[in-house]
T-cell receptor, first 106, second 114 residues
Framework: GENVEQHPSTLSVQEGDSAVIKCTYS??????FPWYKQELGKGPQLIID?????GEKKDQRIAVTLNKTAKHFSLHITETQPEDSAVYFC?????FGAGTTVTVRA | ETGVTQSPTHLIKTRGQQVTLRCSSQ?????VSWYQQALGQGPQFIFQ???????GRGNFPPRFSGLQFPNYSSELNVNALELDDSALYLC?????????????FGNGTRLTVT
């Protein structure tokens, strides 16, 4: 089955700085790569996704890049704000990474 | 548009008992996936149901079973509960099978096994 590794496990950034989370996957057949944000007491919510026929996608302050040859993809959050503090998960097919706890310091 | 709802929100069971968790999918979605999320970890795929048939299963023993009903709502049943079954159980509905479209998650059922 698919194996997804996610780094770092925790990330602390100053408000206004950028945050980058990286993931690798093992199954070259995977073609859909979503990112989810989970806040305390809630289920994960989709924030952005990318398909294998696209190398980069951007939505306001959030962007995702995909390198299918190297089997890795990354989430970039620019101009971080306190409300960006949460746990972020990458996924490939039905498999999720272990999560990154992002803390934005005011 | 009604989102994914799960019941109950919290549950405490004793080791060896059986439990049933329920999920109502988002309107228009015919696929339901169940995940187990242990504290501090990512969701682990249990299985997926598409049009009332199991359509993929993760590395979970047969005592984890499920059902999907004609209205696409779903149940997760766990027999012979073990202490390690304590976790947040998440249900997610989607438009496509096998990880090809966004998952819409409910807020989960927190199961504690004592």
């Amino acid at each position: 089955g698919e194996n997804v590794e996610q780094h770092p496990s925790t990330l602390s950034v100053q408000e206004g700085d950028s945050a980058v989370i990286k993931c690798t996957y093992s199954d070259s057949a995977s073609n859909y790569f979503p990112w989810y944000k989970q806040e305390l007491g809630k289920g994960p919510q989709l924030i952005i996704d990318i398909r294998s026929n696209v190398g980069e996608k951007k939505d306001q302050r959030i962007a995702v890049t995909l390198n299918k040859t190297a089997k890795h993809f990354s989430l970039h959050i620019t101009e971080t704000q306190p409300e960006d503090s949460a746990v972020y998960f990458c996924a490939a097919s039905s498999s999720f990474g272990a999560g990154t706890t992002v803390t934005v310091r005011a | 548009e009604t989102g994914v709802t799960q019941s109950p929100t919290h549950l405490i069971k004793t080791r060896g008992q059986q439990v049933t968790l329920r999920c109502s999918s988002q309107s228009g979605h015919n696929t339901v996936s169940w995940y187990q999320q242990a504290l501090g970890q990512g969701p682990q795929f249990i299985f997926q149901y598409y049009r009332e048939e199991e359509n993929g299963r993760g590395n979970f023993p047969p005592r984890f079973s499920g059902l999907q009903f004609p209205n696409y709502s779903s149940e997760l049943n766990v027999n012979a509960l073990e202490l390690d079954d304590s976790a947040l159980y998440l249900c997610a509905s989607s438009l496509e099978r096998q990880g090809g479209s966004p998952l819409h998650f409910g807020n989960g059922t927190r199961l504690t096994v004592t």
